[in-house]
């Protein structure tokens, strides 16, 4: 007969984690802390494996597994020896095929910083400040094999405002993605949870392609809001926002949007003023106030950015 002890570990919901980065630690942690919770395994992406998720694992005795094909046999084979009850997806790089996703008796589940069944893919934070949404949602749904389509088991809203931009988004998602998934696993250990077919919010829904070297050059050519909202979008600890004058290339990191300023015409990227702490630029529209720049120690009325 198994003692006491071996009794209370086989009652444990056994989780094997895969995942990568911030998104994956503050959520970690949380699963560490209920005692109900018992990670067998982290697998972490396996060109540039997380160190932060490696130390966690040797603190906690968790083992740490990398691979290069998750859906090979010898992977499949090496993760069913952890007879885990679900696995969990976390900012992991990999897509799953059929027969692991269903290896667990719970089988596997996603967390997604979109609002499903739009902003699936990659970016999706950038993409929605680009976008001028005034909200984004956290998702966490089942996967299937193809990309962020799972039935959703779990969503929630958070505002965006003009105050907002990438870092106040991750931030907000590196918090939310934790909390909306602990609370999704305890409801799929209770036996609580539903689940919700991605077409019955919306037939089709959208992706979001992953931003590439070179989708950070600015457009002047464009309304003054959309400036805003695409420098915002990429802001450190993003690429920023750039563009050149006089062969020089400037990282723009922050704009603020003048209230009430005029439309009118003139030649966009024209620099139309200067005062102690940023300059004003042209745009398609009216103008908008540049207050967070580098790259150029100098800058007079009449230069024109490109």
Known sequence: MPNDKNIFLMNKFKI?????????????????LDSNLKVKFICARHAKPCQILKELAEKNNIDFLT??????????????????????????????????IELPKFKTINCHAGKLP???????LNWA?????????????????????????????????DEDNYETLLNTAYT???????????????????????SKIHPVGFYCTAR????????WNQPSRDIFNFVRAICRPGPEARTFCKQTEIKINQTELIPEAPIFKGTPGAVLGI????????????YIKVVDWSG??????????K
């Not at 680009?130 to 088991?153: A, S």
């Open 176 to 198: 939310g993605c934790a909390e909306l998934l602990y609370q999704t696993i305890k409801l799929i250990e209770k036996g609580k949870i539903s689940r919700k077919k991605q």
């Open 296 to 305: 150029l120690s100098s800058i007079k009325i009449g230069d024109r950015f």
């Open 118 to 124: 739009f902003y699936r893919g990659r970016n999706v």
């Open 67 to 100: 691979h290069p094909r998750v859906n090979s046999d010898e992977f499949f084979k090496i993760v069913g020896d952890y007879d885990c009850d679900i696995f969990i997806s976390m900012s992991f790089d990999q897509i799953f095929k059929k027969r692991i």
């Open 16 to 32: 094997g984690y895969f995942a990568d980065g911030p998104w994956s630690h503050k959520a970690l942690n949380k699963i560490l």
């Open 275 to 286: 005062d102690s702490d940023g300059f004003f630029v042209k745009m398609y529209d009216s």
């Open 129 to 161: 400040l680009i976008n001028d949404e005034k909200e984004f949602g956290i998702t966490v749904h089942y996967m299937d094999e193809t990309i962020d389509t799972g039935d959703i088991l779990n969503q929630k809203v958070f505002p965006i405002t």
């Open 212 to 219: 590439q070297k070179g989708d950070e050059l600015l457009n």
